[in-house]
């Protein structure tokens, strides 16, 4: 399942899956507003995007012998936004019988924009209010809604992200950067009958029994080029980035920003932009596989074979001169279907990219064809609590290490448990500049290098609507 920014292209289907006896199904499913607009009531519930992949996975389970396929070993992957709609399907009670295994590429059920129930009620409510459909009664807002065009809440979507400007410059970067401007998610919809994800999410994970098999993935780089293209054009201190990343209103949030500061950025704001883009990179990088590993744990814990690979496609692990061989979000996914627009239209791919991409590409589509016929990858150690084993690979190289416990124990136990302290430490409150009118002095030039990564996704995304049926494919 794809991801929230692009299109498939379809070159490396034949030689990285059919070719291996792989039948290949894109499933595709409602975007935005249009899958995902809800009320938390059962009138408006959302998930609807959710339910169209399990609508997918009950067509392939009853149909999949007509094509030559094996009802029995239907397995379920995607990345980004994709890989956590895989690992939520595989969590919901919906899908029970329908899967053998499941594929999460640079996202999972537990990543922190997989499931954003009030974040998604409070947009969604914008969007009905924009569409002058606000009322009292639930019946009446989804009759008025049902009346609207399309084109109601999906011209608005400026609107909602415009509240975050407002709100303040750090506020953007946060859902630009570490929330992937995710305006509506599936949400957890207790409130109604036969749920997708009728509880906590790790709890339905918890209670997730099935014999499946759960490859989890993550590349070397995540977000580095959107951090490289923020950070070095406005030459602002490593600190100021550091506390934009932890947004919260909460009187918690200096001892948050604090703890992080003192990790990433320990010897203050003496670091250059490069340097300062590396350690943001890194918190991005451990934010990230910390979501992954604590899903990894849960399904170990239950018995399931369960195996976590890390990708630096180009074998650079600090991403090469000036970041340019980074393993960007989704850049396993370009060499695995040869297609240098699948994430990023505006992608450039150098010979040397190409030459190891390849390489690369060729090992991941091995892995995922292993993993799709015999659940398990003879090549990556199985991860459990006792052997937390993570597969390094790049286009020449494999090594095994150990998971880091201890960040593990900072991302998903001291920064939840400062949040849930509910108390202000004065010695942990940031230091900001001075504000102007409410915003920090340098916001204005910050807010103009944010405007503009924004234009150039939206202008990537039309770029692709465009190309996606011209696309060439990558060749040796």
């Not at 998604?120 to 009322?135: L, V, Y």
């Not at 415009?162 to 946060?174: G, H, I, K, N, V």
């Amino acid at each position: 399942m794809k991801g929230g920014k692009f299109a498939y292209g379809a070159a490396g289907i034949l030689p990285h899956f059919s070719a291996k006896k792989t039948i290949f199904v894109a499933v595709d499913y409602r975007l935005g507003f249009d899958g995902f607009l809800s009320s938390h009531d059962p009138e408006i519930a959302g998930n609807y995007g959710l339910e169209d992949v399990i609508f997918g996975l009950e067509f392939v389970k009853r149909n999949a012998k007509h094509f030559g396929g094996d009802p029995e070993r239907i397995t379920i992957g995607g990345e980004s936004v994709g890989g956590s709609l895989a690992g939520l399907a595989a969590a919901s009670p919906r899908s029970k019988g329908l899967i053998s295994g499941v594929m999460m590429f640079s996202g999972t059920s537990l990543t922190n924009w997989a499931v954003r129930s009030n974040f998604t009620k409070g947009n969604s409510e914008k969007i009905i209010a924009h569409c002058n459909c606000t009322h009292s009664d639930p019946k009446i807002v989804k009759g008025c809604m049902k009346m609207k065009s399309p084109t109601c809440y999906r011209s608005n979507l400026w609107l909602v992200k415009w509240d975050f400007l407002w709100d303040s410059p750090e506020r953007l970067m946060f859902e630009i950067l570490r929330m992937g401007f995710t305006l509506a998610t599936p949400v957890r919809d207790d409130f109604r009958e036969n749920g997708l994800l009728p509880g906590d999410i790790m709890e339905l994970i918890r209670r997730n029994h099935r014999n499946i098999s759960i490859l989890i993935s993550h590349v070397a780089h995540e977000r580095a080029t959107a951090l490289k293209h923020t950070v070095w054009p406005s030459g602002f201190p490593a600190s100021y980035y550091v506390n934009a990343l932890v947004y919260s209103h909460g009187p918690s949030v200096g001892a948050v920003r604090k703890v992080m500061r003192d990790r990433y950025t320990p010897l203050g704001d003496v670091y250059g932009p490069s340097e300062t883009t590396n350690l943001l990179t890194q918190l991005m990088q451990d934010d990230f596989t910390a979501d992954g590993e604590a899903e990894a744990k849960i399904y170990a814990e239950n018995g399931a074979d369960v195996h976590v690979i890390l990708n630096d496609v180009f074998d650079e692990p600090t991403g090469g001169p000036n970041m340019s061989l980074v393993s960007e979000h989704c850049m396993d996914m370009v060499f695995l279907f040869n297609e240098p627009h699948v994430c990023n239209p505006l992608l450039v791919v150098s010979d040397m990219m190409l030459q190891r991409g390849i390489a690369f590409g060729n090992k991941l589509a091995d892995i995922v064809a292993n993993f799709t016929h015999r659940g398990v990858i003879p090549t990556v150690q199985r991860y459990s609590e006792s052997n937390m084993a993570v597969k390094r690979f790049s286009y020449q190289n494999e090594e095994v290490s150990m998971s880091s416990a201890e960040n593990f124990y900072f991302w998903r136990q001291l920064i939840p448990t400062l949040e849930r302290m509910n108390v202000t430490l004065p010695e942990a409150i940031p230091t900001c500049p001075p504000p102007v009118h409410g915003w920090p002095i340098h916001s204005f030039a910050f807010l103009a290098s944010l405007l503009m990564l924004n234009i150039i996704i939206f202008g990537a995304f039309c770029i692709s609507r465009l190309r996606v049926r011209s696309q060439e494919p990558l060749k040796k």
